[in-house]
């Protein structure tokens, strides 16, 4: 495999496999007598790879954004490079309220009244009136009876699992939810059941399966409010409904549509008509609540002392700062006002705009309306290109391929804020028209000097 090949097409996973299969010098002290693995020689193909991406001008990953998050921005390159500047599809602040004078404000008075740590457990002392305020407002919201905080929302999901399922239950997960959910049906229990994307058909059969396997067990069913990749939803009645009826329990994920969908800022389980009525509800703070940490709500209390008494990542981990949750709160009382109101019209104003802009030119976009817009692009060697050529024509954006998603389905993931305007939109429907004669240019070129049956996609 030649290095155009490998930068282009072949996944760094894949390029270090390759690397594993060739024995270093001195790897074995005789015929029969391998040296022993060492797990940091492992690693040393991984600069060499990451640098060939960068000698084809492919290194698209790893990003730094350069001042504050807005719609346009500076970004670098993993080694401090000016990599493009122009307008930013690849932050996730849906509703702009990373730099919303209300949250910065918000963020200074916690400081001057509280400092800038909790420094505890919250098991401990860690909790702070802040804290605590926010895990009631935060109930409330939902509709349920208690919340727990996290530090980051991936902590909240893996946490949640393995809080719940102990290692004799079983774990029915959607097929694509996050990773923070299979580690943690993994780190469970060995009893982990996929089901096909938003399946309520397969979701059935494998409770069928396992109730009759197992009478007594625990199950957990996990899925998501709205699955990022995709930009879809699934039935949330039908999936708690076959909870109940198999005796299983309900996790849904909202990270991604809690605050920036939905008429009161609830999502998926605000417009399924769902609120307070699914078993445990998690999510994250830091798609539209400009900040990091995550939670988990139920109507079971004991759930909650559960987590804090005997949860790793909350239990044994210094709790969300005050000024993390002086935002979180600021954020959301603009989510529940009128401005938040008017911030998620915007923000569906222009995941409305740009998915016709990009099928009325022949793309295809997945899933529903909302701020992930996925953008299929194909295989990883056209992807790359085409990412470099968009960052050279000045948009931001984030290249999302396999293993993440198949092979010859990588993806831009565009994510959408409430303070993009429309001319945006426009303009980057332009360059993506642009960069895509040049991907296809460019690989064209490659593909000349290759053999008919080793061509790049």
């Keep these: ?46 600069p060499y790879g990451w640098d060939m991406l960068d000698d ?3 290194d698209t990953f790893a990003k730094q954004i350069v001042g504050p998050v807005l ?16 307008i930013n599809f690849a932050s996730q602040d849906y509703l702009s309220l990373a730099c919303h004078p209300q949250i910065q404000t918000a963020a200074v008075e916690a400081i001057a009244r509280y400092g800038v740590h909790s420094a505890g457990s919250p098991a401990l002392m860690g909790n ?35 809080t719940l399922v102990r290692a004799t239950d079983h774990v029915v997960i959607d097929h694509l939810s996050h990773a923070c959910l299979w580690e943690g049906a993994r780190g469970a229990t060995r009893n982990v059941h996929s089901f096909a994307h938003l399946s309520v058909k397969e979701l059935e059969e494998n409770l069928v399966r396992i109730r009759q396997q197992d009478p007594s067990g625990g199950i957990l069913v996990v899925t998501e409010s709205l699955f990022s990749m995709d930009a879809d939803s699934p039935d949330l009645q039908a999936h708690q409904d076959l909870a109940r009826r198999y005796h ?43 900040a990091n940490g995550g939670f988990v709500a139920c109507n079971e209390p004991g759930l909650k002392l559960a987590i804090r008494f005997g949860c790793g990542p909350h239990t044994f981990t210094n709790a969300m700062s005050p000024v993390q949750a ?9 989510v529940q006002s009128p401005e938040g109101q008017v911030r998620r019209q915007n923000l569906l104003n222009n995941a409305l705009h740009l998915r016709q802009v990009l099928t009325g030119t022949g ?25 470099r050529f968009m960052l050279a024509g000045g948009m931001l954006v984030n290249l999302v391929e396999h293993p993440a998603v198949a092979r010859d389905a990588s993806r831009l993931r565009l994510q959408i804020m409430a303070d993009h305007t429309f ?35």
């Design 248 to 290: 299983a329990t309900l996790l849904v994920d909202v990270a991604h549509d809690l605050g920036s969908m939905g008429p009161t800022g609830l999502g998926a389980i605000e417009t399924q008509n769902m609120v307070g009525k699914i078993d445990v509800v998690m999510g994250s703070f830091s798609k539209t609540f400009a």
């Design 128 to 162: 702070t009136t802040l804290s605590v305020e926010l895990e009631q407002r935060l109930a409330s919201f939902l509709g349920m009876r208690s919340c727990a905080l996290f530090p980051t929302g991936w902590g909240a999901g893996y946490g949640a699992i393995r």
């Design 326 to 334: 002086a935002v979180v709160l600021k954020a959301l009382d603009i």
């Design 1 to 46: 495999m030649d290095r155009t090949t490998i930068a282009l097409q072949g996944t760094l996973a894949g390029f270090m496999a390759e690397m594993a299969k060739a024995q270093p010098a001195g790897a074995a002290t005789s015929s029969t007598t391998p040296r022993p693995a060492s797990l940091l020689d492992r690693l040393s193909p991984l």
């Design 363 to 387: 793309h295809t976009v997945l899933g529903l309306p909302s701020a992930v817009v996925p953008l299929v692009v194909g295989g990883i060697g056209h992807s790359r290109l085409l990412t």
């Design 423 to 457: 001319e945006q939109i426009d303009q980057f429907a332009e360059v993506l028209a642009e960069a895509t004669r040049q991907a296809v240019d460019e690989l064209g070129r490659i593909n000349q000097a290759r053999p008919e049956g080793e061509l790049l996609r």
């Design 56 to 58: 084809f001008s492919i």
């Design 71 to 86: 719609t346009r921005a500076q970004a670098h390159d993993r080694k401090g490079r000016l990599l493009a500047s122009g």
